[in-house]
């Protein structure tokens, strides 16, 4: 079993940066690959970033490509998701998931979730 709480979130200004953190508890978090999700009211939940248990390169939705940043420390048990460039596009309540395949877009492949936390990027 692993439980994921998120941090960090909160409201920016367009062009401000945001780092989101998502502690895990659980003595097998480094086995599990990562993945940071986000969702707006009336839409599907949307991948953002993956990254694998041993905290190679990240994947990246081409949406945020060269903006944000996935990173994990496993002695800590928490991975990272660093926002820069914010656009009120990326206002979403993102949510850390750990499973999948480290690069797996599909948040069904994912056995685990946290409750998320708001970002709120204004104009």
């Known amino acids: 079993q692993v439980q994921l709480v998120e941090s960090g979130g909160g409201l920016m200004q367009a062009g401000g940066s945001l780092r989101l953190s998502c502690a895990a508890s659980?003595?097998?978090?480094?086995?599990?690959?990562m993945g940071w999700f986000r969702q707006t009211p009336g839409k599907e939940r949307e991948f953002v970033a993956a990254?694998?248990?041993?905290?190679?390169?990240?994947y990246y939705a081409d949406s945020v490509k060269g903006r944000f940043t996935i990173s994990r420390d496993n002695a800590k048990n928490t991975v990272y998701l660093q926002m820069n460039s914010l656009k009120p596009e990326d206002t979403a309540v993102y949510y850390c998931?750990?499973?999948?395949?480290?690069?797996?877009?599909?948040?069904?492949?994912?056995?685990?979730w946290g409750p998320g936390t708001q970002v709120t990027v204004s104009s």
């Open positions: 998931a750990a499973g999948g395949s480290g690069s797996s877009k599909n948040p069904a492949t994912y056995d685990y």
């Open positions: 990254i694998r248990w041993w905290a190679d390169s990240g």
């Open positions: 659980g003595r097998t978090f480094s086995r599990y690959a």
